[in-house]
């Protein structure tokens, strides 16, 4: 199975370089000879959750030859994202979270919501954690990739390598998958570079975003403006 990972396309009304940034990625994924079976935005697709930047985001995604599936980031309002995405199956009017499982695909994407309502950090909670452990318990024997916005382990190339706001929920989520053999491995954004952890045994890619003016880290002039994305085969 083929996936695109994208992230951090931080679409703002302020920054209209950003959406240029969006269809610089859709018409790399949409021109590739192999195309792929999904595309996973892994959140903060808007910069400000406001319906404005929603609607310039879902039109280009739309765009896209291959389905898709979004998730927020710490930049997302659940509402306001809902509203636009919401297709009665994955994302639906009155969730209190967007997670999700897609399974008519050889591998299973679960989806989380890492989103927190008071910080930029990322927030699991009780509600959430159980509901993970049963689109888990739902699937033991099939592949299955996880997707979320927060990085889930220590990222010590910036000022604050943890971005969780309480750390042991990531020990939890550690031993929560660690039950569940089935998983390959971990994609998530947020930290606008990209790089390589673990969890536990799981691998875990953090992706930079889309947005040029936003990316972090050592980069070439080359690579702070070249379109980012990942191609992976599972």
Not at 42 to 61: F, M, R
Not at 86 to 107: H, K, L, M
Request: hydrophobic share 40%; proline share 5%.
């Amino acid at each position: 199975m083929r996936i695109v990972h994208i992230s951090d396309s931080h679409i703002s009304l302020d920054h209209p370089q950003r959406t240029a940034d969006l269809r610089a990625c859709i018409d790399v994924i949409n021109s590739a000879t192999e195309q792929p079976d999904v595309v996973m935005h892994t959140g903060d697709i808007t910069h400000n959750g406001v319906a404005a930047e929603y609607t310039i985001a879902k039109q280009q995604l739309d765009e896209l030859k291959a389905p898709y599936f979004v998730m927020p980031g710490n930049k997302d309002k659940r509402p306001s994202l809902i509203d636009a995405f919401a297709d009665g199956q994955t994302i639906c009017q009155g969730d209190e979270f967007i997670q999700y499982a897609v399974d008519r695909f050889p591998v299973r994407l679960i989806v989380l919501d890492t989103l927190s309502d008071d910080s930029n950090k990322g927030l699991l909670g009780d509600a959430r954690f159980e509901h993970l452990s049963a689109m888990l318990a739902a699937e033991p024997l099939k592949p299955t990739a996880v997707f979320m916005h927060h990085t889930p382990f220590e990222v010590a190339a910036i000022p604050d390598p943890f971005q969780f706001e309480n750390w042991q929920e990531v020990d939890k989520l550690r031993d929560l998958l660690s039950e569940h053999h089935q998983i390959s491995g971990i994609y998530c954004g947020h930290i606008h570079r990209s790089i390589e952890g673990k969890l536990g045994e799981l691998n875990v890619s953090a992706i930079s975003c889309m947005a040029t003016d936003l990316r972090k880290g050592e980069l070439t002039a080359e690579q702070r403006q070249m379109p980012i994305l990942r191609f992976y085969q599972l």
